[in-house]
């Protein structure tokens, strides 16, 4: 009798055979159905974690970044997570969607559902439609949440680039690589008959989809846009940690919409995701203390704040699966890794990325999506996972984010360029580039 | 066009005589008010730079107004010493160069 992983594997390889002689869609229209089927708790709830997420990003990402970058900067930096924010948005009801979430091929969905078509709500005819991912809850309702998660996750690549980017040259890079690097790899993992969900790879709310992936990109950035000037002669003080702080927790407290909402119901699972959660951040944050107070003899606001990114990060692909001990270990390691990525890491690594993308959320994420293979339970997650496939599907998302990012970013220097010229730099891009200052 | 031309200008004016005079500009006003902008272009007229003085004749020909005489070098005024950074500014200078955490 084959094992579970023999199956999985033969499984595997018949989508993978299957999906490159791909026929043509398979349920790629939504259901119909009626209103009595479809749960008032859960869509309450995954409207609730709708905004907390897009709360994330805007305007949570927004003052993160804007306060630790210089006075010059601040107001570009905050510009660029509105961009990316309304960009994304119309890129995902467009085509962004009917790519990531209808079943397709093992790497792409189908253009089936191109600018949302068949979503439906008839009021008269008491009808409307539903996801087959999540079929408790209006498809309006999944459609905009799932965005909120394509928003952050290119937002969060901005702060890698911070401070030396063309606005243009912005524009075109996370256009791209929304829908070629975020839409496959959300395909890959989410939709059910992606290739590394089929692989039984477990990623409960997007350390691999959004942070591995986000983390490997902005390291492409910093590599490619090259250090700003100065950087390593002159201090970089930020703007205002203050700002920094009211980013953080307003991540950190809509990281319960993120990790929660991803049970797309309102139920226990939910709730233990919301607790692990928790735990996992403030555990983050007293060891990135800890360590800071080891290493310098003193712990910072800075460190606290990134402690908890740090522990939100890596706790967030696991918080579907793990119980109390996993979430303490998971956010212990967070702190000591992620502190190890944006300080040592970072110095060998030799790249200005800026605010720490990679050294966060690349280091959270590999943490978060090889630690799910540890601490993972069966009796909450109702799977096995395993630590090969949580590993394949962490290194094999970071390489693909990578090669993409660097090519993209290739495209837009032959184009339009990527920086902006020393002049710009040093006088700012909130004067030279959109004519507007701190004061 | 001419406007954003006026900016462009003023945005390299403002890196020029911050470097070389430690005297910050209001690129924006400047790009907008001619009067203001008359202001700069006779302070930057001093500036024995002949970047400064290329991007002055270029913003008074936007401005439509002829160059006026070159002003007479002026005598050199001794720049205060700067202050001694503390201990804590140095600590501060030291912890943000190079990394932010």
Redesign the interface.
């Known amino acids: 009798m084959p094992g579970a992983s023999q199956k999985s594997t033969l499984r595997f390889l018949c989508l993978l055979i299957g999906g490159l002689f791909w026929a043509g869609p398979l349920l790629a229209q939504p259901s119909l159905v009626t209103p009595d089927k479809i749960s008032s708790g859960d869509t309450a709830w995954m409207l609730t974690s709708t905004a907390l997420v897009l709360l994330m990003t805007i305007p949570g990402l927004a003052l993160f970044y804007a306060g ?1 970058v210089r006075q010059k900067n601040v107001l570009s930096t905050a510009l660029q997570s509105i961009t990316i924010a309304c960009i994304v948005s119309v890129l995902w009801m467009v085509v962004g969607y009917s790519l990531a979430f209808t079943p397709g091929s093992p790497w792409i969905g189908g253009l089936d559902r191109v600018m949302l078509q068949g979503m439906t709500f008839d009021k008269l005819q008491g009808l409307l439609s539903v996801s087959h991912i999540a079929p408790s809850i209006p498809e309006s309702v999944f459609v905009m949440y799932q965005l909120t998660f394509a928003i952050i996750t290119p937002a969060l690549i901005a702060g890698a680039f911070a401070e030396r980017m063309k606005f243009g040259a912005m524009v075109m890079f996370m256009t791209l690589w929304s829908l070629l690097v975020y839409v496959p790899v959300a395909h890959w993992v989410w939709e059910p008959g992606g290739w590394l969900a089929v692989l039984g790879a477990q990623d409960f709310a997007g350390g691999t989809v959004v942070h591995i992936n986000a983390g490997a990109a902005g390291l492409m950035c910093a590599f490619m846009l090259g250090p700003r000037e100065g ?8 703007y205002n940690l203050g700002l920094t702080m009211t980013g953080a927790a307003l991540l950190w407290v809509g990281w319960f919409g993120f990790n929660a909402g991803s049970a797309v119901a309102a139920d226990g699972r939910a709730g233990m995701a919301m607790l692990v959660t928790h735990v996992a951040a403030a555990t983050a944050t007293l060891t990135w203390m800890l360590v800071e107070w080891v290493t310098r003899r003193h712990a ?1 606001l ?2 606290a704040c ?1 402690g908890a990114v740090a522990g939100l990060v890596a706790i967030t692909p696991a918080s579907g699966f793990v119980d109390l001990t996993g979430a303490f270990a998971i956010g212990a390691a967070a702190g000591l890794f992620c ?1 190890w990525g ?2 040592g890491l ?2 060998v690594l030799d790249a200005d990325d ?3 993308v990679f ?1 966060i959320h690349g280091i959270g994420g590999l943490v978060g999506a090889i630690l799910t293979g540890v601490f993972s339970q069966k009796i909450i997650s109702g799977a096995e996972a395993n630590l090969a496939v949580q590993v394949i599907g962490a290194f094999i998302t970071l390489f693909y984010s990578a090669l993409m990012s660097l090519l993209i970013l290739l495209l837009t220097k032959l184009t339009i360029g990527l920086r902006v010229t020393p ?2 730099e ?2 700012g891009l909130d ?2 580039l959109h ?3 701190i004061p | 066009m001419a406007e954003t031309e006026r900016f462009g200008l003023a945005s390299h004016l403002y890196v020029k005589l911050r470097r070389s005079h430690a005297r910050v500009v209001d690129v924006a006003w400047m790009a907008q008010n001619d009067e203001y902008a008359k202001e700069i272009l006779r302070i930057a007229r001093e500036s024995p730079d002949a970047d400064v003085a290329k991007i002055v004749e270029r913003f008074e020909e936007l401005l439509g107004i002829r160059r006026a005489a070159p002003a007479p070098t002026p005598a050199p005024v001794a720049k205060p010493a700067p202050k001694p950074a503390t201990a804590l500014e140095k600590e501060v200078a030291r912890h943000y160069t190079g990394h932010l955490r």
């Open positions: 630790m950087y390593g002669k002159v201090p970089f003080i930020p910072t800075l460190g990134s502190y944006a300080t970072k110095r800026s605010l720490d050294g002049e710009q040093e006088v004067l030279t004519g507007e200052k």
